[in-house]
């Protein structure tokens, strides 16, 4: 596709349900990024893939999170036993091997937890 | 511990003034900066970006100044119109090491006024 695409646009979640996240990368695009954003707050770096390297998950806050990425293509994120804090919208994005410049992102899934 | 801070959560600004929003960081390793603009339920875009070995950087109403000694970075609208208003997040990066996400300030709300 044309741009960075991420699946469902919208999840309601009762607390304690697992919930899977999916990102489409633009094609090409070895680095892949998660991060999420919080109501009022900024853009929280989750984890990074790259290429072949082991993905950096310094991000992730806690070990219910988790996340794949099957080659260069979909990357899946995974939340565990959900809590009402993980209310947020997570964004994926995805940009060039080794660029470190523009990152396109996606629209983001805005994940509710009741 | 916030890397890069944009301390101010918003901006009003009148249609034909010059906007400036603002940007510091601690990491003197970050070695690259980019601006991206955030619409309501959208994902962020790209804007403008400068690597450390410039000053500054222009494209069209938007100019992007650095200042490597004070860590401070600023984004100039001008003249800045009521399609400008929106969230702007400032973020940094460094090639040296391969893993390098992308770490993001808060962002400034910009309200550009008709």
């Known amino acids: 596709g044309a741009g960075v695409s991420q699946s469902p646009s919208n999840k309601v979640t009762e607390k304690g349900k697992d919930v899977e996240l999916r990102c489409d990368p633009i094609s090409g695009h070895t680095a892949l990024y998660w991060y999420r954003q919080r109501l009022g707050q900024g853009l929280e770096f989750l984890i990074y893939f790259q290429g072949n390297s082991a993905p950096d998950k310094s991000g992730l806050p806690s070990d219910r999170f988790s996340a794949e990425r099957t080659g260069e293509s979909v990357s899946t994120l995974t939340i565990q036993r959900t809590q009402q804090e993980d209310s947020a919208v997570y964004l994926c994005a995805s940009s060039l091997e080794n660029s470190n410049t523009e990152a396109f992102f996606g629209q983001g899934t805005r994940l509710t937890v009741v | 511990d916030q890397q890069v801070k944009q301390n101010s959560p918003s901006l009003s600004v009148q249609e034909g003034r010059i906007s400036i929003l603002n940007c510091d960081y601690t990491n003197s390793m970050f070695d690259y900066f980019l601006w991206y603009k955030k619409y309501p339920a959208e994902g962020p875009t790209f804007l403008i970006s400068i690597s450390s070995i410039k000053d500054k950087n222009e494209d069209g109403r938007f100019t992007v100044f650095l200042n490597k000694s004070a860590k401070h970075l600023s984004l100039h609208i001008v003249p800045s119109q009521p399609g400008d208003s929106a969230v702007y997040f400032c973020?940094?990066?460094?090639?040296?090491?391969?893993?390098?996400?992308?770490?993001f300030g808060k962002g400034t709300r910009l309200s550009v006024i008709a």
């Open positions: 973020a940094a990066t460094y090639r040296n090491s391969g893993n390098t996400p992308l770490v």
